[in-house]
């Protein structure tokens, strides 16, 4: 995919600093909690997703899979109207919630089904278990069995496991990520992703009221952090956030796209007018909007 590029293809480094290190304790506090701009309440964003969700699932068939053996480890999958049938394998879309890996779950994720059901692709909302009872570590691996078994059971679902796109919110963007980086141990290779206000170096949250729950250390941190790790072979992306953000929530978004750059990644990365941080994934499958146009332009390639 030939994306366009925001901006030249210079060391990323040279062109931005995300500059948390200058930040004080309660800076970084406020800079890493999304709601700092909308007023702190996002509770009716989360309501939203709940609705919309109620409503995709009242529309569009799916059903629930063990992809492991722990609680939470549960994919919850649209139904193609190829499986079990002669019809072409269709892309899918899996996403993965945001929450700060210690909030939601699949029950307020199903809510990209219905507009995707209607164009022919199919919806995988991916569940892991939640910190503190799971690591980072553990959450991201969890994430990538998921993935693997997506892979396994390709033909069951009807599914194309050649064109599977990643996409999530938040720290749903940093999992996303994660699982796009090259893997050993990984049966498939993602053909996109579309990763939303996402944070993808998470050392700043270290000691930070986001940080109770997550327990990081500095070596937990900078394994887990994509803007740490090597992007070659890393899949054709979109990298996209609100207007109404945080600047450090935009410097990780606009750093990050300039790495994807400086790896000769395929990469579009914009910012959605009169959106925040809860509010522009509802768009995410909504072709009409300027973030589902992005998605669209992925999938038509």
């Not at 030249?8 to 700092?36: A, N, Q, V």
């Not at 700043?204 to 997550?214: A, Q, R, V, Y």
């Not at 887990?224 to 070659?232: F, G, I, T």
């Not at 609100?242 to 990780?252: C, Y």
Request: aromatic share 10%; proline share 4%; hydrophobic share 40%.
């Amino acid at each position: 995919m030939n994306l366009n590029k925001q901006w030249p293809s210079k060391k990323y480094s040279e062109i931005f600093d995300l500059g948390w290190e200058k930040l004080t304790l309660s800076e970084r506090d406020k800079e890493y909690s999304p709601s700092s701009v909308i007023g702190g309440n996002y509770e009716p964003f989360i309501k939203r997703y709940l609705s919309e969700s109620a409503l995709a699932r009242s529309k569009v068939n799916s059903k629930r899979y063990k992809y492991g053996n722990k609680e939470n480890q549960i994919l919850e999958i649209s139904c193609s109207n190829s499986s079990h049938s002669k019809k072409a394998a269709v892309p899918i879309l899996v996403f993965f919630h945001g929450g700060y890996w210690q909030e939601l779950s699949i029950q307020e994720s199903f809510f990209p089904a219905l507009s995707l059901a209607e164009n022919g692709i199919v919806f995988a909302a991916v569940e892991y278990t939640l910190a503190p009872h799971a690591s980072i570590d553990e959450i991201v691996l969890e994430c990538r069995e998921a993935l693997n078994w997506l892979a396994l059971n390709d033909q069951d679902l009807g599914i194309d496991k050649d064109k599977i796109i990643l996409a999530g919110s938040s720290a749903g963007a940093h999992l996303a990520a994660m699982c796009s980086l090259s893997n050993s141990k990984s049966k498939i290779k993602p053909f996109g992703t579309v990763l939303v206000s996402g944070i993808y170096e998470i050392e700043p949250l270290i000691g930070t009221s986001i940080d109770k729950k997550l327990s990081l250390t500095p070596d937990q941190a900078v394994r887990n952090s994509p803007m740490l790790s090597s992007l070659k072979n890393f899949p054709s992306t979109i990298v996209a956030w609100g207007e109404n953000e945080t600047d450090q929530f935009k410097r990780q978004s606009k750093f990050f796209a300039n790495k994807l750059i400086d790896e000769n990644v395929s990469v579009r990365s914009v910012e959605i007018k009169n959106k925040n941080h809860f509010d522009i994934i509802l768009d995410l499958a909504n072709f009409d909007e300027p973030l589902g146009k992005e998605l669209k332009e992925l999938l038509s390639v």
